[in-house]
Nanobody, 121 residues
């Protein structure tokens, strides 16, 4: 069984920073792309940042230059460093990972439970 656990959310003032973590645990053979998504009240879930196993990262236009996604493959963990936070960044943040549990398994998508980020003075 595979679990994705997000952490690092909380309340921060505008202009502040937070670092989110997404840790994968369980029977994992390999992790391919991992994305951070967010969903604000009354809005659809949207992709914030994506990091493939190999290749370039991608960001939503609204967070470019402020957010940085990175990964530590040895720890099966992906991070989202969020700087210069704005009230419109307030949302529940989810991580999503495409991974294989075994060498012959198909790649499957897994979601974490989400972590709340609130940007407010």
């Amino acid at each position: 069984q595979v679990q994705l656990v997000e952490s690092g959310g909380g309340l921060v003032q505008p202009g502040g920073s937070l670092r989110l973590s997404c840790a994968a645990s369980g029977s994992i053979f390999s992790i391919n792309a991992v994305g951070w998504y967010r969903q604000a009240p009354g809005k659809e879930r949207m992709l914030v940042a994506l990091i493939p196993r190999i290749g370039s990262t991608r960001y939503a236009d609204s967070v470019k230059g402020r957010f940085t996604i990175s990964r530590d493959n040895a720890k099966n963990t992906v991070y989202l460093q969020m700087n210069s936070l704005k009230p419109e960044d307030t949302a529940v943040y989810y991580c999503n990972a495409f991974l294989r549990q075994g060498i012959g398994d198909y790649e499957r998508s897994y979601w974490g439970q989400g972590t709340q980020v609130t940007v407010s003075s």
